[in-house]
């Protein structure tokens, strides 16, 4: 665990530079506008090691598969967010020489995310041979006006003078670390000095994958007055400087506004001319004008989301930095996107969509983002949908099979135990359709598209089992379940159980579904018969003695330890064991039978959470980001309130503490929703099953109190929670009737409803 950043309620600041920290800084600054976002590098630009990373939403390229040994229905491409172009660089030179933290004197380094409003800093102090000049920088991507970037640099001479020189650039030229074969997924389209521009084209690959056009316009102001150097291009480059002499005293700042834009939004002959009028748009007004814009949309988002807490500023800053990073990634205003795991921080898991969104963000962004915005993310799958066919067709299998790592609704990941074992994502996606119909109460989705979704995966499950006749159940050989540190297992508790939940829903839902949608879905009573047998008769692994479900078929006899037992320079045990021993191990990387409960909740008795907690939790070694969240919330409801608390705090300070080592890469954008949950579902105990709408809060033990809002079927509603008492607050619509700690409240508009602790 190593924390490089101050602990603030409202920032992440530092006054260290710590070169062997750079990757993990860039990572933890890193900024987005949920079209477009970046890593936190460093405008003049840094000769030590760094990844240099800007990511723009749905643009990527489909790599060729490169594996040893090709396995029928791999996948011929794996699937990546590409570095894009690179808009940011300023460099600079004083009185000739070349400013380079990795190489320059310099003191006075400052370093802040401010999360108001996701305005980055930074700001030190140059010590040359007869000179001081101090440099302040901000930068910000447009949250309104989508396309813009807009960044600042102030020199201020101290001491002596300078004679500075700027040089802004466009680089068309950046690669990705991650590539398999070291090639560049950019070509050179135009490059256009006299409209400061570069436009560059995705290389030609030989799959169904259109290629992307992105197009990068730059202009330069002082005191918001264009101004204009000597521009120079070349492939797929352009730079632009401008020189200014200063004395002791005098400062100067150079403004530099970009626009960007892709051919998912503008077809390539189109781009210049709407660059053009972006531009303008963007350049009416001043850094300052367009930074109060962008910051009002962010004070509306903070007014519904935010998480108070008293008493605690590390928890405070956790949550709010993880709230922070999910809405500069995604906000809903584009349903052509989803959330990729690292967001707009790294090039790790290819940038595209897992089954982390259904799982762990979606009941995150029900409560706090309007309907659209979830139903969004449903419809995102349901319109990839005949990708989900095709992926079961090629693993021979009927019915719809929802990829593991997607762009374009086709798998696009060659990792066999995850990609063609991990297959619950068939069932978490169709999970997140009853969470919508359930917390909403809007059916119109489960009557017509949401059908869809389900009978498809319906008919993948009723293929996927097959009937033991030695055991006389239906079985599911070769899963990997959430614990992905057990492969290719048979029987995993939690796939079977929640194909078991899938067919059920399903046969529910179908008798109330639109007229249309059952005629096009045409579901035999044989195929009805079939699903309800399998789920009368699938097998379901348990261990009666130990009054446990078995995480999957000889599980037990493994030597069971605790990982306590593990000595602590083996952890985290991915980065030090071999695969073999880690399949060989007891120890579970995230919860599996636990995420079951989690998901299953009104079906398990107290007794039965808490032995399976009991058994299961101790062998939990939390290397997935996704797994603290699931064991605060039923911690929580077991009464182990110091345990919930732990996980919380593992939860919400998982990046910015670095907890599991892995942060260098980019954020864990799909598990910063844990936090909220640990709060919400866990310290507050919120459920909402059964159209009843539930809390049965505590406060932890280190905090005076905690609040937050939710909306609720058309209603805004405030929970404060402190040590003494728990009040609820309908801030607008209609009556409703709650229960807290199971007693009945009635809330109504405007009215606070206070009950001692």
Not at 179 to 195: D, G, R, T, V
Not at 460 to 477: E, L, N
Not at 525 to 553: C, M, S, T, V
């Amino acid at each position: 665990m190593k924390r490089i950043f101050e602990v603030d309620p409202w920032k992440v600041a530092t006054h260290k530079f710590s070169p062997v920290d750079k990757r993990l800084q860039e990572s933890i600054t890193a900024i987005g506008n949920d079209y477009m976002g970046m890593r936190g590098n460093f405008e003049e630009g840094y000769s030590g090691d760094q990844l240099q990373g800007t990511y723009l939403a749905g643009v990527w390229f489909p790599d060729k598969t490169r594996v040893g040994w090709w396995k029928n229905g791999y996948p011929k491409y794996f699937g990546k967010t590409i570095n894009a172009p690179s808009f940011i660089g300023i460099g600079i030179t004083v009185n000739n020489e070349k400013i380079d933290l990795a190489k320059i004197k310099f003191t006075d380094f400052y370093f802040e995310l401010d999360m108001h409003q996701g305005l980055l800093s930074r700001s030190f102090i140059y010590e040359g041979a007869n000179t001081k000049v101090k440099f302040e920088f901000q930068r910000f991507l447009h949250i309104r006006l989508k396309e813009a970037a807009l960044i600042t640099v102030k020199a201020t001479v101290l001491a002596g003078q300078a004679e500075i020189e700027f040089n802004s650039t466009l680089d068309g030229t950046v690669t990705n670390e991650d590539s398999n074969y070291n090639e560049h997924f950019w070509l050179s389209c135009n490059e256009n000095a006299a409209k400061r521009s570069i436009q560059v084209i995705t290389k030609p690959n030989p799959y169904d994958v259109p290629q992307f056009t992105v197009l990068l316009k730059a202009g330069l102001r002082n005191n918001n007055h264009v101004v204009k150097g000597t521009v120079k291009t070349a492939t797929a480059k352009l730079s632009e400087k401008l020189a200014v002499t200063l004395n002791a005293g005098e400062s100067y700042t150079l403004e530099k506004d970009v626009i960007v834009i892709t051919s998912r939004d503008v077809a390539p002959e189109k781009q210049s001319d709407r660059a053009d009028e972006l531009m303008q748009q963007l350049q009416s007004k001043s850094f300052a004008e367009n930074l109060a814009d962008h910051t009002a949309v962010w004070q509306k988002r903070w007014t519904k989301s935010d998480v108070v807490i008293t008493g605690n500023d590390k928890a405070q800053q956790g949550i709010r930095f993880n709230i922070l990073q999910l809405f500069m990634t995604y906000y809903g205003e584009d349903k052509r996107l989803n959330i990729g795991p690292k967001g707009f921080t790294g090039e790790k898991y290819g940038g595209a969509t897992y089954w982390d969104t259904e799982a762990f963000i979606f009941p995150m962004y029900l409560c706090i983002t309007k309907p659209n915005v979830t139903r969004a993310l449903l419809q995102y799958r349901h319109d990839q949908l005949d990708g989900a066919y095709y992926n079961a067709r090629q693993q021979g299998l009927a019915g719809a099979l929802f990829p593991m790592v997607t762009f374009n609704g086709i798998e696009c990941h060659n990792e066999w135990e995850i990609t063609f074992e991990e297959i619950h994502r068939n069932e978490d996606i169709p999970f997140a359709i009853k969470q919508y119909t359930s917390y909403t109460g809007d059916e119109s989705y489960v009557k017509n598209e949401g059908m869809d979704v389900l009978v498809g995966t319906a008919r993948f499950w009723a293929d996927r089992v097959h009937y033991s006749k030695w055991r006389h159940k239906y079985v599911i050989h070769g899963v990997t379940g959430p614990d992905e540190y057990d492969n290719n297992v048979n029987n995993n508790w939690f796939t079977n159980i929640m194909a078991q939940w899938v067919l059920q829903y399903t046969l529910k839902r179908l008798p109330l579904a639109d007229k249309a949608a059952q005629e096009r879905l045409n579901v035999t009573k044989e195929e009805k018969a079939k699903w309800q047998d399998i789920i009368e008769n699938i097998y379901l692994p348990e261990d009666k003695e130990r009054g446990i479900f078995l995480q999957q078929d000889d599980f037990l006899d493994k030597d069971i330890r605790p990982a306590t037992e593990i000595p602590l320079d083996q952890r985290p045990i991915n980065q030090h064991w071999s695969w073999d021993k880690i399949l060989r191990s007891p120890f579970i990387k995230q919860a599996d039978v636990l995420q079951g409960i989690y998901y299953l909740d009104d079906r398990f008795t107290k007794e039965q959470k808490e032995r399976n907690f009991a058994f299961y939790e101790p062998l939990t070694v939390h290397e997935s980001s996704l797994s603290a969240c699931i064991h605060s919330i039923l911690a929580a409801e077991l009464g182990r309130k110091k345990q919930s608390v732990e996980f919380y705090e593992r939860t919400a300070r998982l990046d910015l503490d670095n907890y599991n080592n892995d942060t260098n890469d980019g954020l864990h954008i799909t598990s910063m929703s844990g936090s909220w949950l640990a709060i919400v579902q866990g310290f507050a105990g919120m459920r909402y099953d059964h159209n009843q709408l539930r809390f049965n809060p505590f406060v932890p033990d280190n905090w005076t109190g905690y609040s937050f809002k939710i909306n609720y079927r058309g209603r805004l509603i405030q929970v404060e929670v402190t040590q003494q008492e728990t009040c609820i607050t309908l801030i607008s619509g209609q009556e409703l009737t709650i229960l807290v700690k199971e007693q009945k409240v009635t809330l109504k508009e405007g009215e606070q409803n206070c009950l001692k602790a």
